[in-house]
């Protein structure tokens, strides 16, 4: 067996890749396989020669094309097997651009890596980050933010490309007038850290329609899909733990996916960048702290939405039904596409 949570993929500074694993069988041979198309591994096709066999807990593999994203298989002498990808795909110009493949559900399936993508905003893709998505093969991108950001910073994929662009602005009513006051560089909030609790329990409250339209496209097709809003962490954080709680991830499982963004994101860069550019409503300029609280992810931000769901809702399913328009069907359909 595999160690999930001791496997992973990172590129190099040469831009080859690193894969790592730990089994709960020490020194056993590991045969390493890798594709640009992993529904070969899911549906259980023949394999080719692996490009490494290994009894380390670690290879690095040459990258054969750096605009194409490879995934892995991983083959252990006694038969178990498991699918790798990179987590974050490092893009210059999307920063927290990540894949929501490998993880379990608590019936013990695993989504899918290269179905389910989230991300900052798309407008400052350069040129090979523009090569590198558009070989994802994606079919759906949702944008959450809202109609002005939309026309502030277009998401452009370049010509020729095939994906359905989604406009689902999400705007929470505790925010709509704190995102009007940014674009004037102003922010009015008493304390930061309640302000985003608020922000999230919200989302429940008063934002499910858009997230349902989210489901209702993705029951419309076997999608290869992209949720995203500004910084991809608040809107698209919520996005993301819908999907995955409908899939059957585990809250704690979500809760540590949401803390990525704190990994992802230049949060230093930004924090210095945005100190100083903003004040509140008498003129004074916005203290690095409530910039910081802003601009990170904490675990009792996303747990307040699922708190806020079991306050209103007398179960998951009934949350499911009511707030997202899912049937046990609908759910079924989505777990048949999206796991294996």
């Given at each position: 067996?595999?160690?999930?949570?001791?496997?992973?993929?990172?590129?190099?500074?040469?831009?080859?890749?690193?894969?790592r694993?730990?089994?709960?069988?020490p020194?056993?041979?590991?045969?390493?396989?890798?594709?640009?198309?992993?529904?070969?591994?899911y549906?259980g096709?023949?394999l080719?020669?692996?490009?490494?066999?290994?009894?380390?807990?670690?290879?690095?593999?040459a990258?054969?094309?750096?605009?194409?994203?490879?995934?892995?298989?991983l083959?252990?002498?006694?038969?178990?097997?498991?699918?790798?990808?990179?987590?974050?795909?490092?893009?210059?110009?999307?920063?927290?651009?990540?894949d929501?493949g490998?993880?379990q559900?608590?019936?013990?399936?695993?989504?899918?890596?290269?179905?389910?993508?989230?991300?900052?905003?798309?407008?400052?893709?350069?040129d090979?980050?523009?090569?590198?998505?558009?070989?994802?093969?994606?079919?759906?991108?949702?944008?959450?933010?809202?109609?002005?950001?939309?026309?502030?910073?277009?998401?452009?994929?370049?010509?020729?490309?095939?994906?359905?662009?989604?406009?689902?602005?999400?705007?929470?009513?505790?925010?709509?007038?704190?995102?009007?006051?940014?674009?004037?560089?102003?922010?009015?909030?008493?304390?930061?850290?309640?302000?985003?609790?608020?922000?999230?329990?919200?989302?429940?409250?008063?934002?499910?329609?858009?997230?349902?339209e989210?489901f209702?496209?993705?029951?419309?097709?076997?999608?290869?899909?992209?949720?995203?809003?500004?910084?991809?962490?608040d809107?698209?954080?919520i996005g993301?733990?819908?999907?995955?709680?409908?899939?059957?991830?585990?809250?704690?499982?979500?809760?540590?996916?949401?803390?990525l963004?704190?990994?992802?994101?230049?949060?230093?860069?930004?924090?210095?960048?945005?100190?100083?550019?903003?004040?509140?409503?008498?003129?004074?300029?916005?203290?690095?702290?409530?910039?910081?609280?802003?601009?990170e992810?904490?675990?009792?931000?996303?747990q307040?939405c699922f708190?806020?769901?079991?306050?209103?809702?007398?179960?998951?399913?009934?949350f499911?039904?009511?707030?997202?328009?899912?049937?046990?069907?609908?759910i079924?359909?989505?777990?048949?596409?999206?796991?294996h």
């Amino acid at each position: 067996m595999f160690d999930l949570a001791a496997c992973s993929v990172e590129r190099t500074a040469q831009q080859d890749y690193r894969v790592r694993w730990h089994s709960l069988h020490p020194g056993q041979r590991v045969s390493v396989y890798m594709t640009d198309d992993p529904e070969r591994y899911y549906k259980g096709g023949e394999l080719e020669p692996p490009v490494v066999e290994t009894t380390s807990e670690q290879a690095v593999i040459a990258n054969p094309d750096k605009q194409v994203r490879h995934y892995f298989y991983l083959l252990s002498e006694h038969g178990e097997g498991v699918v790798l990808a990179e987590r974050d795909l490092a893009l210059a110009g999307a920063p927290n651009f990540r894949d929501l493949g490998g993880y379990q559900t608590g019936e013990g399936g695993r989504l899918k890596w290269g179905k389910l993508y989230r991300s900052s905003k798309l407008s400052g893709l350069s040129d090979d980050d523009l090569h590198r998505v558009r070989r994802l093969g994606l079919t759906l991108v949702c944008d959450f933010r809202q109609v002005v950001e939309q026309q502030l910073d277009p998401t452009d994929l370049g010509e020729g490309h095939t994906h359905l662009l989604a406009s689902l602005p999400v705007a929470p009513g505790s925010t709509s007038s704190f995102i009007e006051n940014l674009h004037n560089g102003i922010i009015v909030v008493n304390d930061a850290s309640d302000f985003m609790l608020e922000m999230n329990r919200d989302f429940v409250r008063s934002q499910m329609p858009r997230y349902a339209e989210m489901f209702q496209l993705l029951l419309a097709g076997d999608q290869q899909v992209l949720i995203h809003c500004a910084s991809g962490k608040d809107r698209t954080g919520i996005g993301s733990a819908l999907i995955l709680d409908v899939l059957g991830v585990p809250e704690h499982t979500i809760v540590e996916d949401y803390m990525l963004t704190n990994k992802y994101l230049p949060l230093a860069e930004e924090v210095a960048r945005l100190t100083g550019q903003f004040t509140d409503q008498t003129g004074t300029h916005v203290s690095e702290e409530t910039i910081r609280s802003l601009m990170e992810v904490r675990p009792e931000y996303i747990q307040a939405c699922f708190e806020e769901m079991r306050k209103h809702y007398e179960s998951k399913e009934h949350f499911y039904a009511s707030a997202l328009s899912l049937d046990e069907a609908k759910i079924r359909l989505l777990k048949d596409r999206y796991l294996h």
